[in-house]
């Protein structure tokens, strides 16, 4: 006899129906299953033997082959499982196969028939949503995150047992209740990290309020100690708070990677990543034999903090170039080719010499050519794709004791969250699915030809700039978004040259790191 169940793969970050066929036939007892299954996949039939026994049902004794439907996409990780076992006990007719069709079922087994949560459950939700399907059947566990997703019946499962009596009309369950999907002040913004806590360093404060304003990337460069991971660690709290839609597909990536937590099954915070420089490429842009997500897409409308840069490998730093240009990177295997977004804010820090501090002398003098070789390790195109460059002081004491109360972070908040409405204004034509996302960083060749117009006055300014730092095309689109962020800031709705000299001074590392004073 043969069984029909539908459930669910993850390609990518998004989930694709699979049908899960059960044909109980003649022959001797044997399991077979296809469909490109990975190696988890095929170790279910020993996991359903035992969960079948184990609930009180019979095992058929018969030749069963289960398909995986369509066999062209791979099959992976645990949660094929639980429809593999109801399909069995509809085919040995144990289980009515009428109401299979109407749910879509994940979920891993145990040996005594309980259910284990599964990875990336938010994505098979929508998958259900999508299929327009009476509901979806999970492990209790994954219930609440799954029940995110809006006009989707969620029903939490604790054993087989509990499956086959729910579908059959034996146990009434009642939908888990969606999960509150709006995100408050006080629920997107950590209240034990704040810019207050920062003293003095107000230049390094304002660059960092130009860079959230218009989610531009940004290097410091500075002696340990200055402050530099303290002010990146606080950027999170001065971005806007996430739209719904933003934290639906921030929490999909998470999902994915199995990092989200029972009591806080979507994401509100703005997500902060700080891989170690010792991360490979892999590791930091997603891979493996079977693609994953890697951090700059667990950044994703967030912050990727790289701190002490040039101690990051080469290659490593150099495949941060497609995300950082198109805000997504694109994985190739022989398996086929995955798209995972990582639209994030880049920010880096480093020292100025390989010892540290550049007025450290307890070493001896450091020569040219060694403080060349640190910092030449961050190569030219990956520096240009950095909008703003800054130097953050060493403080002294009398500083540090004379420093008044800096802003919170809620006042800077407020003045970036205007900078952006103005942004989305300007960008509302864009076609986007997230027009909510668009900031001047993002803006293409054609936006700052249409939308920035410098007088003659700016236009000098900008050559001599150009002539005297060197700096190449990209760069100068740069210095033109930057600038059109401060003027957002300061609600003008043209460039003016204080505008352009602060953008410009954003750009003075380059010589520095290219040994041009």
Known sequence: MLAKVTAATIVGIEALSVEVEVDVGLGLSHVVVVGLPDAAVKESRDRVKSAITNSGFFHPERRITVNLAPATIKKEGPLFDLPIALGMLAASEQLSSQ?????????????????????????????????????????????????????????????????????????????????????????????????????GQEAAKRALEIAAAGGHNILMLGDPGSGKSMLAKRIPTILPPLTHEESIETTKIHSICGLIKTDAPLIKQRPFRSPHHTISDIGLIGGSVNPSPGEVSLAHHGVLFMDELPEFKRSTLEVLRQPLEDGQVTISRASGTLTFPSRFMFVAAMNPTPTGSKHDTSLGRISHQVVQKYLSKISGPLLDRIDIHLEVPSLKLNQLLDAKPSEPSRVIRQRVIQARERQLKRLASKKSHQKSSWCNAQMSSKDIKKWIHLDRECQELLKFAMKDLQLSARAYDRILKVSLTIADLEACDSISPDHLSEAIQYRTLDRQLWGQE
């Not at 069709?101 to 990336?120: C, Q």
């Open 99 to 199: 109401c299979l069709r109407d749910f879509l079922i994940v979920g891993e087994l145990a040996l005594d028939g309980s259910l284990r949560p599964v990875r990336g459950i938010l994505p098979l939700a929508e998958a259900a949503k999508s299929q327009k399907a009476r509901g979806i059947l999970v492990p209790q566990e994954n219930a609440k995150e799954a029940s995110v997703i809006s006009k989707t019946k969620v029903y939490g499962i604790r054993t087989l047992q509990d499956a086959v009596n729910f579908l059959e009309g034996k146990l009434s369950l009642a939908p888990t209740q969606p999960q509150s999907q709006a995100i408050s002040d006080s629920d997107d913004l950590e209240l034990d990290i704040d810019f207050s806590d920062v003293k």
